[in-house]
């Protein structure tokens, strides 16, 4: 007998339109505990409002989305809260509060969301800085004094440190250098193992997903249309994946240009 799992992250049959702009449609995607699943795709494809549904940011038009098997979509405002206390968020841009210091940036999360002491707070932000490679003499600058590398590892800190069930990263390699990109890659498996968290990438930076993944996924005109461990990415046996992951501008991928 085979033992199904519960997944951690179930979209079925999600739509999502702005206007006559449909952006999601029929948009499937499962992720199972402990997995880390990257979605692909063109700019403007949808990514971020896929992530944005599933965060309860964005209500979808249709279909249902389930965290541990429960449709997010009928919970009570206070168990929706209860659901994203449980979910930690590297930003794009990291997001940083400039007007705090690094470890206060770091343990927001915990003084305003779970009410925990400042001090209590204040060594756990030093030791999820330490995780990600932070000494505790940059947890009292301010992050107008960082660099883009060191901002995007206190954005991970910060992810992590309310030791979240789900992780989600935005584009978690833009504007960084390959070889510092390449390191908040490895910081990002590395903590992701750590935590035991389930993890939901979006990015259009191939060698990164590949680098994060345990599976892809990949966004077209609204729908999932393939998916697949990422050690098969490159036998995907899909016209759109290969065009995507080698950057032809030949293919059946079409972008919508503005032609005056
Ligand atoms: N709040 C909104 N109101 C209207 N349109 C929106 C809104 N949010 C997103 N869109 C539109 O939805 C489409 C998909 O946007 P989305 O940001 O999800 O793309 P993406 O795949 O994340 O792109 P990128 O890789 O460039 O960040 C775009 O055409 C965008 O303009």
């Known amino acids: 007998m085979t033992e199904t799992v519960t997944p951690k992250i179930k979209m079925t049959g999600v739509r999502k339109a702005f206007g006559q702009k449909v952006v ?4 499937d995607l499962e992720v199972l505990p402990r997995e880390s699943v990257v979605i692909i795709g ?3 494809s949808g990514k971020s409002v896929s992530l944005k549904c599933v965060l309860g940011l964005l209500q979808p038009d249709e279909g249902v989305i389930e965290i541990d098997g429960v449709d997010v979509g009928k919970l009570s405002h206070s168990d929706r809260e209860e659901v994203n206390s449980r979910i930690g968020m590297l ?6 509060f400039d007007s705090l210091p690094v470890w206060e940036n770091v ?3 915990l003084i305003q969301g779970k009410q925990m002491a400042r001090n209590t707070a204040k060594d756990i932000a030093i030791d999820k800085l330490a995780q990600v490679g932070l000494g505790a003499d940059v947890a009292v600058l301010s992050p107008a004094e960082l660099s883009g590398g060191m901002r995007k590892r206190v954005g991970l800190a910060r992810a992590i440190a309310g030791d979240p ?4 990263f935005d584009e978690p390699t833009t504007g960084l250098d390959p070889i510092m990109g390449h390191m908040i890659d490895n910081l990002i498996v590395e903590c ?7 993890a939901l990438t979006i990015t259009h930076d191939m060698p990164s997903a590949r680098r994060i993944s345990d599976r ?13 461990p990422t050690a098969n990415i490159d036998n995907s046996g899909n016209d759109y994946v290969d065009q995507f992951i080698t950057g032809s501008a030949e ?6 240009v503005f032609r005056p």
Request: glycine share 16%; hydrophobic share 50%; net charge neutral.
């Open 24 to 27: 999601l449609d029929s948009f």
């Open 42 to 44: 063109g700019s403007g």
């Open 91 to 96: 930003f794009q841009n990291a997001a940083l």
């Open 107 to 109: 343990a927001f999360g």
């Open 165 to 168: 069930d789900i992780i989600f």
């Open 192 to 198: 992701v193992r750590n935590v035991g968290a389930t």
């Open 216 to 228: 892809m996924a990949m966004l077209y005109k609204g729908k999932n249309i393939w998916q697949g």
């Open 251 to 256: 293919g059946p991928i079409t972008m919508e």
